[in-house]
C-alpha cells in the first residue's frame, strides 16, 4: 500500500471481505446449466462487479434468447446462491483491515451485487454493524467500471473520495476506484490460493 493515509475506506463485498465467487459460479453453473445459455469461467470473473442482471442481458443478446428474462433469472440465480450462504467465509486478509479501522474511521462497503444478498452475507460474517454506509446496485444507476457506487460511497460516509482508500479483487472494480479518485488496493494481491481465472491481469 501506498504512504497515503485515508479518512474513510471503502470495500467490494464479494471476493474483497467475503470469500463468494466460486460459490457465485457454481449458482452460475446451474443456472446456464438450466437454462440452456453458455458462459465460462473465464468470463464470469472478468464480469465481476457486474450485476446479474446485466450479464444475463448480454448472454440473452449474444445468444439470441428472447425467450430469457433477465429480471427473473437474476432472482433465480440469487436464490440457488443464497442455498450456498452457509458455506461463505471471510477473506481474513481483508476483514483484518476492517477490523482494525471499525470506529475509527468512516467506513462503507460498496456492492454491484443485491442489497438483499450482500446485507446477508455480511450478517453471516458478523460484520455488517461495522460499516456506516452499504451500497449496492439498487443504488446507482450506472454500474462498475463506472465511478458512480464509490462515490456514492463516499458520499454516504461524509468523506471526499480523494481522501478514501477502496478495496476491491476484479479489473473492473479497480477501474471504478480510479475513477471515482481513490486510492485503490487490489485485493488479489494479498491472497493465495484464488482461481487462475480469478487472478485476471492484475495491476
Excluded at 114 to 135: K, Q, Y
Aim: charged share 25%.
Amino acid at each position: 500500500m501506498s504512504s497515503f493515509i485515508p479518512a474513510g475506506l471503502v470495500f467490494d463485498c464479494d471476493g474483497t471481505l467475503a470469500d463468494t465467487m466460486p460459490l457465485h459460479w457454481r449458482a452460475w453453473q446451474e443456472l446456464t446449466e438450466r437454462h440452456r445459455l453458455v458462459f465460462s469461467e473465464t468470463r464470469f470473473y472478468s464480469l465481476g462487479g457486474v450485476p446479474t442482471r446485466d450479464i444475463l442481458r448480454m448472454l440473452a443478446q449474444e445468444q439470441e434468447r428472447p425467450d430469457i428474462d433477465p429480471l427473473a433469472l437474476a432472482h433465480e440465480k440469487e436464490e440457488l446462491y443464497l442455498h450456498f450462504l452457509p458455506e461463505v467465509g471471510p477473506v481474513e486478509e481483508v476483514v483484518a483491515i476492517a477490523r482494525e479501522h471499525r470506529g475509527k474511521i468512516p467506513m462503507s462497503v460498496a456492492s454491484g451485487g443485491s442489497r438483499h444478498a450482500i446485507r446477508h452475507i455480511l450478517e453471516h460474517l458478523d460484520i455488517l454493524g461495522w460499516f456506516d454506509a452499504v451500497v449496492t446496485n439498487e443504488d446507482v444507476t450506472r454500474q462498475k467500471p463506472a465511478p458512480d457506487i464509490f462515490l456514492e460511497a463516499a458520499r454516504r460516509i461524509g468523506v471526499d473520495p480523494l481522501r478514501c482508500r477502496g478495496f476491491e479483487d476484479t479489473d473492473l472494480g479497480m477501474q471504478a476506484i480510479r475513477a471515482a479518485g481513490m486510492d485503490a488496493v487490489d485485493v488479489r494481491h494479498m491472497r493465495t490460493g484464488l482461481p487462475p481465472a480469478a487472478l485476471g491481469r492484475g495491476h
